[in-house]
């Protein structure tokens, strides 16, 4: 299990990371969420030992986590970190890149485990590819999987999708967290992308001013949101008087009620339109199923 215990950290006097506490069981999936600036990175990099503590303590089981002031084994066997600029070997393939720190002591064994891990993050076709020729997506892929070479028993990973175009990102995102999951290795995901966590977070943390704003299962966050940050991760969402958050998607048309509404415009958003509208000249966003015109009157109901 991984245990931080009141870490405080700053680069320079202001702090980054005041006085947080967290736990991520084994094959427990955590995503730190935040606006860009809020120290996600930091927190990772932290956890991996990167820098020193102001005050407070990691540990991962046994093993405490310490900074380079303290330690001199970088990059334990038991952890991985994956950052957004990637490590590689550009002049070797895809499949060395992999492969680099396997034993050539077993050398079918070496050749099942990156086979195993080229299907992971589905790069087969690229094995016999060398790196420097591969797009900045592809080369995520390899780095992704040479973390995952030596089987770690945590992988820190920084935006891991970040390159990886729509097309891939979803199948990629559902292998991957499968992968860990069937694996039960830890992960702690820094990530701005929603679809990285709503579907495969047991917790999600969100950042904000050094501290943790919120902390839960992304589905008692999304039922709860408590905050307007909170929210806007889910989704557009309005602010209501009496009513609090209420996302576009709960607010719907009725043939009558106390909530009236002009329409100002109509977005296509695929299998919806987000409605945007006028209610005593606030802004209200609501979900509807065909476009409406624009100065047509309706009225509003929160159905959650
Ligand atoms: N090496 C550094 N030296 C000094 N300040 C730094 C350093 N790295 C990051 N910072 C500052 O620390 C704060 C947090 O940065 P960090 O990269 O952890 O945020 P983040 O939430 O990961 O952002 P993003 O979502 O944009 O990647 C920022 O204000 C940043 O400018």
Redesign the pocket.
């Known amino acids: 299990m991984l245990q931080v215990k009141n870490m405080t950290f700053g ?2 006097d202001k702090p ?1 990371i005041e006085n947080i506490s967290f736990k991520a069981d084994r094959g427990e999936h955590l995503s730190i969420i ?12 932290l956890v991996y030992g990167t820098y020193d503590l102001d005050e407070g303590q990691i540990f991962w089981g046994e093993h405490k986590i310490l900074g380079p002031k303290y330690n001199l084994i970088i990059d334990p066997e038991y952890m991985k970190y994956v950052a ?1 600029e990637f490590d590689l070997m550009p002049f070797t393939s895809v499949a060395e890149n992999i492969g680099e720190f396997l034993s050539n002591f077993y050398p079918e064994e070496k050749q099942q485990r990156i086979a195993e891990l080229l299907k992971v993050v589905e790069l087969e076709a690229f094995a016999k590819t060398k790196v420097k020729l591969l797009s900045g997506g592809q080369k995520q892929r390899v780095a992704l999987a040479r973390a995952l070479a030596k089987q770690p028993e945590i992988i820190l990973l ?2 891991p999708f970040s390159h990886i175009d729509n097309f891939k990102k979803q199948s990629l995102r559902r292998s991957l967290f499968k992968y860990l999951k069937d694996k039960q290795i830890t992960c702690i995901v ?1 990530t ?1 992308d929603q679809e990285d966590v709503i579907s495969f977070s047991d917790n999600m943390m969100v ?1 904000h001013n050094a501290r943790i704003l919120a902390y839960g299962s992304p589905k008692d966050l999304y039922n709860n949101p408590k905050d307007k940050l909170v929210a806007s991760f889910f989704g557009e969402f309005n602010l209501m008087k009496n009513l609090g958050i209420v996302y576009a998607n709960q607010l719907k048309v009725v043939p009558k009620s106390t909530i009236e509404a002009t329409v100002k415009k109509s977005y296509f958003k695929g299998h919806y339109y987000l409605i945007e509208a006028t209610v005593n000249e606030d802004t209200v966003f609501f979900e509807h199923d065909t476009a409406l015109q624009k100065g047509l009157n309706v009225f509003l109901k929160v159905i959650k």
């Open positions: 680069y320079q980054i935040g606006e860009s600036g809020s120290g996600k990175s930091t927190l990772l990099k957004q920084d935006e820094a701005h950042l």
